[in-house]
């Protein structure tokens, strides 16, 4: 199975602040790598697939990069609604595992 | 616009049997997509469970496979996860979602329902 390493497990940030997360595989996945929002009490919802492909709706501010092993989720300007459960996930191969999440909250 | 809908017992009795079914309106489950359960403990991360394709599968997490069962009603347009033997481990919410292909990303997802095992 494909293990996915997220970092950091958390993040305290301010509005306006750019932040990054990262992703590591295991091994391999090509570009098959997503990430997800939530919040909570909520359905996860996507905001990037294919590593940098922004799905239909998600802000222009979040940026998705990498290919291979690593990948990186990139939040430009921290708007309020941001703070929240940010994970990764491979869609390689099954069983389709994801990061253990990084939780970003204000500071 | 696609939407899933879990539904079962919240309360299940440990070494009992978990059943919850996914009621998917504005799509056909006979389409080219595949239709996932994903469970999350509370606070913690996200485990997928396995999936189902009207042309293949049923596949499954190998560390749950030996209790698992995922089926399709397509008359209903549904699809059904049934985990027998369960313990307090498998305390968690319940999402189903569908993935769509082939940029296989979890596209839509159900609200998610809590299922608790107590006695």
């Known amino acids: 199975d494909i293990q996915m390493t997220q970092s950091p497990s958390s993040l305290s940030a301010s509005v306006g602040d750019r932040v990054t997360i990262t992703c590591r595989a295991s091994?391999?996945?090509?570009?098959?790598l997503n990430w997800y929002q939530q919040k909570p009490g909520k359905a996860p919802k996507v905001l990037i697939y294919a590593a940098s492909s922004l799905h239909s709706g998600v802000p222009s501010r979040f940026n998705g990069s990498g290919s291979g092993t690593d990948f990186t989720l990139t939040i430009s300007s921290l708007h309020p609604e941001d703070f929240a459960t940010y994970f990764c996930?491979?869609?390689?191969?099954?069983?389709?595992?994801f990061g253990q999440g990084t939780k970003l909250q204000i500071k | 616009q696609v939407q899933l809908q879990e539904s079962g017992p919240g309360l299940v009795k440990p070494s009992g049997t978990l059943s919850l079914t996914c009621t998917v309106s504005?799509?056909?489950?006979?389409?080219?997509?595949?239709w996932t359960w994903v469970r999350q403990p509370p606070g913690k991360g996200l485990e997928w469970i396995g999936e189902i394709y009207h042309y293949g599968g049923p596949n499954y997490n190998p560390s749950l496979k030996s209790r698992v069962t995922i089926s399709m009603d397509e008359s209903k347009n549904q699809f059904s996860l049934q985990l027998i033997s369960v313990t307090a481990a498998d305390t968690a919410v319940y999402y189903c979602?569908?993935?769509?292909?082939?940029?296989?990303?979890?596209?839509?997802w159900g609200q998610g329902t809590l299922v608790t095992v107590s006695s």
């Open positions: 979602a569908k993935l769509l292909r082939p940029v296989n990303v979890y596209d839509f």
């Open positions: 091994q391999y996945i090509s570009n098959f």
């Open positions: 504005g799509d056909s489950i006979n389409s080219y997509n595949w």
């Open positions: 996930q491979q869609s390689y191969s099954t069983p389709y595992s």
